[in-house]
T-cell receptor, first 116, second 111 residues
Framework: GAVVSQHPSWVICKSGTSVKIECRSL??????MFWYRQFPKQSLMLMATSNEGSKATYEQGVEKDKFLINHASLTLSTLTVTSAHPEDSSFYIC????????????FGPGTRLTVL | GENVEQHPSTLSVQEGDSAVIKCTYS??????FPWYKQELGKRPQLIID?????GEKKDQRIAVTLNKTAKHFSLHITETQPEDSAVYFC??????????FGKGTKLSVKP
């Protein structure tokens, strides 16, 4: 199947710093990528839909100025958590939808963010 | 918008038994229903999906059924094995739309 990578796999940072997470589709092009947040023992919550060449669409309650999304190419989307605080600590997972496919989404391995 | 309910939240079965997880959705326009398996700390893996033009789909020990009238779909795992233990998520979406996930079912298969 299609492969999606995510970097870094984990990060520990101090409160107030910014953290950038990259999501790449390795063997397919993805006009649309999605960013999810998952707290322990909970489901995946969609944060935003990232569209190549245009602004991301954020879900209700997600601050667009805090979670900056850039989708500059058909294989790369980035999520920057700005001025991170301990409550932002979570598992962040991206997914990418293959342009050739039928709405099937392929997930990245996730990034574990811990804010001290 | 779409709302997906998933039951049960936890399920414990004996190895070799069958496991059934059920989901309901609210938006009758939804037409794509995937199931994901997620092991602790890992990415969700698509295990099977079904589209609204089909009532049932099977892949070895895994099957999914869809009742469009009642707006519910189910995952069936037969001859369960310890390695089936994981959290399973159902999801629903409209074509090219966002996936809306259920809250997950933690399946434990006891040897």
């Amino acid at each position: 199947g299609a492969v999606v990578s995510q970097h870094p796999s984990w990060v520990i940072c101090k409160s107030g710093t910014s953290v950038k997470i990259e999501c790449r589709s390795l063997d397919f092009q993805a006009t649309t990528m999605f960013w999810y947040r998952q707290f322990p023992k909970q489901s995946l919550m969609l944060m935003a839909t990232s569209n190549e060449g245009s602004k991301a669409t954020y879900e209700q309650g997600v601050e667009k100025d805090k979670f900056l999304i850039n989708h500059a190419s058909l294989t790369l989307s980035t999520l920057t958590v700005t001025s991170a605080h301990p409550e932002d600590s979570s598992f962040y997972i991206c997914s990418a939808r293959d342009n050739r496919g039928n709405n099937e989404q392929f997930f990245g391995p996730g990034t574990r963010l811990t804010v001290l | 918008g779409e709302n997906v309910e998933q039951h049960p939240s936890t399920l414990s079965v004996q190895e070799g038994d069958s496991a059934v997880i059920k989901c309901t959705y609210s938006d009758s326009a939804s037409n794509y229903f995937p199931w994901y398996k997620q092991e602790l700390g890992k990415r969700p893996q698509l295990i099977i999906d079904i589209r609204s033009n089909v009532g049932e789909k099977k892949d070895q020990r895994i099957a999914v059924t869809l009742n469009k009238t009642a707006k519910h779909f189910s995952l069936h795992i037969t001859e369960t094995q310890p390695e089936d233990s994981a959290v399973y998520f159902c999801a629903a979406s409209i074509s090219q739309g966002n996936l809306i996930f259920g809250k997950g079912t933690k399946l434990s298969v006891k040897p």
